[in-house]
């Protein structure tokens, strides 16, 4: 009589950060990728300040074997440029371009030992068009486009795949104060006249990872805003 067969190893699951875990779009993310079998971890600020170097070292050396970093995290701090403030401007730089380096920073560490892993950063439409009001928000998102071409380029010969997703206006906690007459300005400037939503964007990000393995160093612009072509 034959032995039954041995039971096959369980595959690990993919693990995957995503920054920023406690904003809208950060919570749709973890919940698509979940859903598609990935071992999330999704911290919010008090346990992953994306702007604390020794916090996110700490949090690396605990998760070693993440797979798919997704940096969610930002922060907005619009006012006209003659009233902005140095701190306003330090503020939005430190979170959304230098979190995005400091936290891509530790995880290339591991991916590269492993040769694999892919980065997606959550940019926005307004580097491109700079906002107004929001020339620390514009030079931020900027950088996070030229991070990607340079860390595409740069870690593409060890697998690691890097890309930028730019969602368009998303009607979460960190757009509420925008005003009704903004929003309608913002609106009407897209093709199909609607707002994009988190979950949208969250199964782009999913789809991204999974489908697309060749494509790295890539901006991804996901509402109907169309641009001139130059």
């Known amino acids: 009589m034959d032995a039954p067969p041995s039971p096959q190893p369980e595959t690990p699951k993919p693990v995957a950060l995503v920054t920023g875990g406690e904003g809208d779009l950060g919570k749709a993310v973890a919940a698509s ?3 598609q079998g990935y071992d999330v971890h999704a911290p919010g600020r008090r346990d992953l300040d994306v702007s604390d170097s020794m916090m996110i070292a700490e949090w690396f050396s605990a998760h070693e074997k993440v797979e798919l970093v997704v940096h969610s995290a930002g ?4 006012r006209r440029f003659p009233n ?5 401007f330090d503020t939005v730089l430190e979170v959304n371009l230098k979190g995005a380096f400091q936290v891509s920073q530790a995880a290339l560490k591991s991916m590269a030992r492993r040769r694999s892993g892919h980065i997606i950063f959550i940019g926005s439409n307004s580097a491109r068009w700079g906002n107004v009001g929001q020339a620390n928000y514009a030079a931020a998102k900027a950088g996070i486009i030229g991070l990607t071409h340079s860390l595409a380029k740069e870690y593409g010969g060890r697998n690691i795949r890097v890309n930028c997703i730019l969602p368009g206006l998303l009607e979460t906690k960190m757009t509420a104060h925008l005003s009704e007459e903004i929003k309608q300005s913002v609106r009407e ?9 988190c979950e949208a964007v969250a199964r782009f990000v999913t789809f991204l990872d999974q489908q697309l393995p060749h494509t790295s160093g890539q901006v991804f612009q996901l509402d109907s805003r169309v641009n001139r072509w130059t």
């Open 189 to 197: 400037a897209h093709a199909l006249r609607r707002f994009n939503t």
């Open 75 to 78: 922060v907005l701090r619009d």
């Open 84 to 88: 902005m403030e140095e701190e306003d």
């Open 33 to 35: 990728l979940v859903t």
